[in-house]
């Protein structure tokens, strides 16, 4: 595991925030989660009072959207999201149904305001919960937050390859990660 961001919002945020600050060196953090059209991917961070930790704020509409794109995506390659199968094709890891039904289950509608303000929100039907695509669009911020510290993704796939041809022994060192030593580069851009 390179990185994991773990979601501070609901009932135990402080637990959260323990938890984390005790992980920081292994690139597990806090995150908070922002709507809104405009927002980033990763839109800031803070630190978080009195335990100190960094809080990375995340724009999920943003996040839900590039998973819809990545959805889209139906040939191997850039952007393609792989949903293992096993030999048999059942699902794998939870790939279910139900893990499915939570990942599509949300529209992305127009609607207009008081005042005759047009925005976007997120509509999801009744008794689905969305916390597949809750966590989709976590790990998406998660890899950005990676790929701005280092991690190269051609290497990772490069690897892929070489497991699958039986030559992976070489290509170990090359795929690994760059940790940032020390420090965390917080101008993230997305």
């Not at 919002?9 to 060196?25: D, F």
């Not at 819809?68 to 949903?83: D, I």
Request: charged content about 25%; some cysteine.
């Amino acid at each position: 595991m390179s990185c994991a961001f773990v979601d501070s919002g609901g009932h135990h945020t402080t637990r959260v925030y323990r938890y984390t600050k005790r992980r920081q060196n292994l690139h597990i953090y806090a995150i908070k989660g922002f709507g809104g059209e405009e927002k980033e991917l990763i839109c800031g961070h803070s630190h978080t009072h009195p335990i100190g930790n960094v809080l990375f704020n995340i724009g999920v509409d943003t996040a839900k959207l590039a998973m819809f794109a990545r959805l889209r995506v139906g040939t191997p390659g850039a952007g393609y999201r792989h949903f293992p199968k096993q030999q048999n094709g059942e699902p794998l890891h939870g790939y279910d149904e139900v893990y499915f039904a939570g990942l599509t289950e949300s529209e992305f509608i127009q609607t207009v305001r008081k005042r005759g303000y047009e925005r976007f929100e997120w509509h999801k039907r009744e008794h689905v919960r969305n916390e597949p695509l809750d966590i989709a669009g976590y790990g998406l911020a998660a890899l950005r937050f990676m790929e701005d510290n280092g991690l190269k993704l051609d290497a990772i796939e490069r690897l892929t390859v070489a497991k699958e041809t039986g030559d992976a022994a070489k290509l170990i060192k090359t795929a690994k990660p760059k940790r940032p030593v020390g420090h965390i580069n917080m101008e993230i851009e997305v």
